[in-house]
């Protein structure tokens, strides 16, 4: 079975790093995201997306986001029910992030240094293409996936 969500999107909240009783990073934020077609009235929808961080990844996603930046959230959606305080069930679903993208430069609202380690995070810096030598690469048409 696979449970994969990607989502691309705004932040439309500020972030609030929270920490349980025993010091383990937590955020929750949402992610709105506009529909490709539009409504009878020439308006797209907005989708609100619920988005759940836990650990480093929590700390990392605090510490260069805001609201109003571009997104990427790779994770999985996670389903939870709950009891209200009127006694009628509710459900709550929501993406518990796994891995993010830098959707845009951020240059606008505030400096974002670049983290360039290994950790599959990936950032807002373009590659130059003009450096790559394709002539000395050794490639059959039956390596080409087209």
Same mark, same amino acid.
């Given at each position: !079975?696979?449970?994969?969500? /990607?989502?691309?999107?705004?932040?439309? @909240?500020?972030? =609030?790093?929270?920490?349980?009783?025993?010091?383990?990073?937590?955020?929750? $934020?949402?992610?709105?995201?506009? #529909? *490709?077609?539009?409504? =009878? @009235?020439? =308006?797209?929808?907005? @989708? $609100?997306?619920?988005?759940?961080?836990?650990?480093?990844?929590? =700390?990392? /996603? #605090?510490?260069? &986001?805001?609201?109003?930046? !571009?997104?990427?959230?790779d994770g999985s959606l996670q389903v939870s029910r709950f009891d209200r305080r009127d006694g009628t069930k509710g459900t709550r679903i929501e993406v518990l992030m796994s891995d993010f993208a830098f959707c845009d430069s951020g240059r606008a609202n505030d400096s974002i240094s670049q983290d360039n380690?290994? *950790?599959?995070?990936? *950032?807002?810096? #373009?590659?130059?293409?003009? @450096? /790559?030598?394709? #002539?000395? !690469?050794?490639?059959?048409?039956?390596?080409?996936? &087209?």
């Open positions: !079975m696979i449970n994969r969500v /990607i989502v691309v999107g705004r932040i439309t @909240n500020d972030l =609030e790093l929270k920490r349980s009783a025993s010091g383990f990073a937590y955020l929750s $934020f949402t992610v709105a995201v506009d #529909e *490709s077609r539009k409504d =009878e @009235n020439g =308006e797209r929808k907005t @989708n $609100f997306i619920p988005v759940k961080v836990l650990g480093k990844l929590a =700390e990392t /996603i #605090e510490k260069y &986001f805001k609201k109003g930046r !571009m997104i990427g959230v380690g290994s *950790s599959g995070y990936q *950032s807002d810096v #373009e590659p130059d293409d003009d @450096n /790559i030598d394709y #002539e000395g !690469m050794d490639l059959a048409d039956d390596d080409l996936p &087209f």
